[in-house]
Structure formats: C-alpha cells, structure tokens
C-alpha cells in the first residue's frame, strides 16, 4: 500500500512570498489532515477534512492559509504571504475514517523555511 | 480540554538498557492513546495504540505501553534499548480531537 505522499520535502522562501504544499493521501482514506509542526513541539493541527469537506479548521490562521481538497483526493495547503513563524514541517495525514481509534499515516512532511 | 504531558523532553539510555517514556493524559474519559515515532527529516510512524481490551499493547520494533486508568497514564517501554531507537516519540490522545505531547528525544549511548 502506497503511503501519504507530499510535497516538496523543502522549501525556502522570503517572509511576505507565498508558498503551496501537496499532498496525496493513502486511497480510500476518507479523512485528511494539515498539521503544523514546530521544531521542539508536538504536531498542531490546522484542519481536518472529511472528504471534500472541512470538518476543522479551528486552529487554522484563516488570514494568510488556506487548503482545499476540492475532489475529496488529494489536497493543497497555501501559505500568503508567509512569515517567519511559519517556518516548521507540515506534515499531512489520512485515515479511514474520522480517526477515533484508526489511528493516521502520515506523510514524511514539508520542512520550510521562511527567512 | 485534553491534554497530554510527556515527562523528559530528552531521555538517554545506554544500548541494551531498559527504556521508558512517560505519557500522561488529563480526561475524565478515556481517549484513544497511540505512540508515534518520528526519525530526522521523516515523518511520524504508528508505534502502538490504546483503542479498547487489553491494557498491554504491543507494538512494533520491540516497543510496548500500558494502559492505566487510575493514573491516566500510558508509558512506552523497551526491555533492551538498540542504536536504531534513537529518535523523537510522540504521545497523542484522540478524543474529538487529537492532542500530542510535545515530544521525548531517545538518545542511546553505546
């Protein structure tokens, strides 16, 4: 079974420019995830969806991020414009069902890096 | 709201040495535990989890957790710590929502 693919594993970019992670989850996997994580902490999630839906965005900076999965697939995550906060890995994640007990795979994450 | 706390942001063990990373949750329900490992520039790989049943649950490479209710707890152990443990283990609880530890770095001196 192919796992949770993203990308690009790294990118650099200027505070104020915009940047786009991808991720393809597992097929099948109805739900999928965006989570934030900043070096020395544990993953934050931005936004849950289940399937083309958003389930969570709670914790979502809905000023400068966005993320859409339009065909209830694969999904983008955009950052505009980025600042140097924002600098950690995005790791995404999909699970069968709405996770309660199924537990997630995760992708291998974007590091960027906002300088 | 949930929480989870992993006592020890770094724990050093020498090879062949016991392993034991602490996890506690604070709900007056129990959620759903797991154990998360996460190698450099990787992302975060099941360990084990914490559904229902059993209290003791096995997981891969070696590693188990139990699960106990009374103390809210559901700490990693390894009988015999091997270089290839060496990396950062997460603790998530999954209730409506799903809550990590901040993370406990393994370091394995030979």
């Not at chain 1, 859409?68 to 699970?95: F, H, M, N, W």
């Amino acid at each position: 079974e192919a796992g949770v693919a993203q990308s690009p594993r790294y990118k650099i970019i200027e505070k104020r420019q915009s940047v786009a992670f991808w991720c393809n989850p597992i097929s099948g996997h109805a739900t999928l995830y965006w989570y934030q994580q900043i070096l020395g902490q544990g993953p934050k999630l931005l936004i849950q969806f289940q399937n083309n839906g958003v389930v969570d965005d709670s914790q979502l900076p809905k000023d400068r991020f966005s993320a859409e999965r339009l065909k209830g697939v694969d999904s983008t995550l955009k950052i505009q414009p980025a600042k140097l906060e924002d600098s950690a890995v995005y790791l995404c994640a999909s699970s069968p069902l709405a996770g309660q007990g199924t537990g997630y795979t995760f992708g291998s994450g974007t590091r960027l890096t906002v300088v | 709201a949930q929480s989870v706390t992993q006592l020890g942001s770094h724990v050093s063990v020498s090879e062949g040495a016991l392993v034991l990373l602490r996890c506690n949750y604070s709900s007056s329900v129990p959620p759903y535990l797991f154990w998360y490992v996460q190698y450099p520039n990787q992302g975060l790989q099941l360990l084990l989890k914490y559904t229902t049943g059993a209290t003791l649950v096995k997981g891969i490479n070696g590693f188990e957790a139990e699960f106990k209710k009374s103390e809210t707890s559901f700490h990693l152990t390894k009988p015999s710590a091997h270089m290839s443990d060496a990396a950062e283990y997460f603790c998530a609880a999954v209730r409506q929502k799903v809550t990590f530890g901040t993370g406990t770095k393994l370091q394995v001196i030979p």
